[in-house]
Every structure is written in C-alpha cells, then in structure tokens.
C-alpha cells in the first residue's frame, strides 16, 4: 500500500494524559498536512509542512499541541494534557510540488482520538 | 458567518437519479475549487477541482463554479449506491495550500 499511512487508528486516553501520532505520506510527497475533524463538521487545517519545515500553523493549534517532521519524511502531533474536547479524527494529507495548482492533497484513514 | 456554507443532509436519493450538491462561499478571493467524498471511518478522497469559474466533467460527475454568485456545485449522474457517503467541497486561495471545507453533505442512494 502506497498511500498515507496514520498510526495509531484508535487512541482512547484519559484526560490529562500525552498522546502522539505518527503519518507516514506517500513517498516523495514534500508537503504534509494535518487537519483536525469532528463529527458532523468538515476538516479543519491545523498545520503543515514544506519538507522538514513547518511553514503554517492554524490559530487552532493551541500550545499543547506541537507537530513535528523532524526529515522531512514522517510526521507526528503531540497533545499534551489532552482535553475532552481534543476528541476528534485527526487526518494527515500529503501533496507533491507539482507545479500544478492546486496539488493534490491525499488523505490518510485518520486516528480517532476519544478523551475521556 | 462560516466561510464555506453546506446542507448536512441527509440527502436520500433512489438509485438512478441525479444528485446535486452545493456549497455557498462568503470569501470572493477563493479561487480553487475541490470535491472530496468521505466514506464512513475513512479520509476523503479527491473527486474533482476547477479553477475559478466554470463547468468540469469526469465521467458521473460534473463539477460547476459560479464566481459570481459564489456557489459551486456537483452533480453526480445515474447515481449507485457505492455512492452513498459524505461530500465535502473545500477551497483554497491563490498562493495559499490551506483548503477551507465545507462540513460535508451525507448522501444515501437507496436500491
């Protein structure tokens, strides 16, 4: 399979505690991108990266969250002292520079994050 | 105002039929134009784009843009039932890589 790949799929965790995932984009692909979903509402652009630089940050992106893409390969987010209301789909898409705008954002399956 | 406006749904279809989809837009400067189809518990997948205004046709689907009024649409022909899912239109600015969604339409297409 040579798609974005999101680890873990499921993470239940209880509030207060740290919580890390991981997404691998399509090999070759230099932008990566997070985006936060909850049920019901579409997408919403947390942050991303050009290679190993992370050139945009939503005002959604409080501090307890941090992103990283420390090759410019594989990405993780982190949430400290997750929250009830961090519950939500967290999807990571990845593009190449193509040239051609736009490019073509390919979506990971997500990590369903629940805070209890 | 949300920027990007989209009935929830559910839109419930019989097989065969014709299906359109809207989204309403407040930001003029929006330029590029996407579809993406979400099904259940997966990430969206890419149908169509356009830039700017105008119409665009890939197989089942068309894809419509009017600048104007600041309403694009999809309409998807003979509709299956593979086709039940969340639609998601989303935009982007010129220049920028953010796309803005919509919050998706569920669409059921009955047999």
């Known amino acids: 399979d040579t798609g974005v790949s999101q680890d873990p799929r499921h993470k239940i965790t209880k509030r207060g505690q740290n919580v890390t995932f991981r997404c691998d984009p399509i090999?070759?692909?230099?932008?990566l991108y997070w985006y936060r979903q909850t049920l019901g509402q579409g997408p919403e652009f947390l942050t991303y990266?050009?290679?190993?630089?992370?050139?945009?940050k939503s005002r959604l992106l409080s501090d307890r969250f941090s992103a990283e893409r420390p090759k410019g390969s594989f990405s993780t987010l982190e949430i400290q002292r997750t929250e009830q209301g961090d519950s939500a789909m967290y999807l990571c898409?990845?593009?190449?520079?193509?040239?051609?705008?736009?490019?073509?954002?390919?979506f990971g399956p997500g990590t369903r994050l629940t805070v209890l | 105002q949300k920027e990007v406006e989209q009935d929830p749904g559910p839109l419930s279809v019989p097989e065969g039929a014709i299906v359109s989809l809207n989204c309403t837009y407040s930001?003029?400067?929006?330029?590029?134009f996407m579809w993406y189809r979400q099904y259940s518990r997966k990430g969206p997948e890419l149908l169509m784009y356009?830039?700017?205004?105008g119409n665009k046709e890939d197989g089942r689907f068309t894809a419509q843009v009017d600048k104007s009024s600041k309403y694009i649409s999809l309409f998807i022909r003979d509709s299956q039932p593979s086709d039940s899912a969340t639609y998601l239109c989303?935009?982007?600015?010129?220049?920028?890589?953010?796309?803005?969604f919509g919050t998706g339409t569920r669409l059921k297409v009955l047999a």
């Open positions: 930001n003029s400067a929006f330029q590029y």
């Open positions: 356009t830039y700017s205004s």
């Open positions: 090999s070759e692909h230099n932008r």
């Open positions: 990266f050009q290679n190993e630089a992370q050139l945009e």
């Open positions: 989303a935009m982007s600015l010129s220049g920028t890589y953010k796309y803005i």
């Open positions: 898409a990845s593009t190449e520079t193509s040239g051609r705008v736009p490019d073509t954002q390919y």
